[in-house]
Nanobody, 116 residues
Framework: QVQLVESGGGAVQPGGSLRLSCAAS????????KRWWRQAPGKEREFVAA??????TYADSVKGRFTISRDNALQSVYLQMSSLKPEDTAMYYC???????????WGQGTQVTVSS
């Protein structure tokens, strides 16, 4: 059974940090592009960061503040978030995508709330 399970969300004050984790099972994690997306209330889901091998890419809104990493042995992907802003408040989703195999999987999300 394919699963992506996020954890690490919570409430934090502006300027704070959080580390999100996403644990995968049921598929070949290493062969997929790993991505983080987020969705704020009333807004569309937006791309946050991706990692494919050693290549990383970020949305402009998080560049310099967020870092994506992965551990293939643990079948996990992480999102280190620093200097958090209220506008970072959203549900954060982990995604694994292999376009060659036409496979795409999503987690259920973890809530991040940045508020004073």
């Amino acid at each position: 059974q394919v699963q992506l399970v996020e954890s690490g969300g919570g409430a934090v004050q502006p300027g704070g940090s959080l580390r999100l984790s996403c644990a995968a099972s049921g598929f070949t994690f290493s062969s997929h592009i790993k991505r983080w997306w987020r969705q704020a209330p009333g807004k569309e889901r937006e791309f946050v960061a991706a990692i494919n091998g050693d290549y990383r890419t970020y949305a402009d809104s998080v560049k310099g503040r967020f870092t994506i990493s992965r551990d293939n042995a643990l079948q996990s992907v992480y999102l280190q978030m620093s200097s958090l802003k209220p506008e970072d408040t959203a549900m954060y989703y982990c995604n694994a995508h292999n376009p060659n195999r036409k496979e795409e999987y999503w987690g259920q999300g973890t809530q991040v709330t940045v508020s004073s």
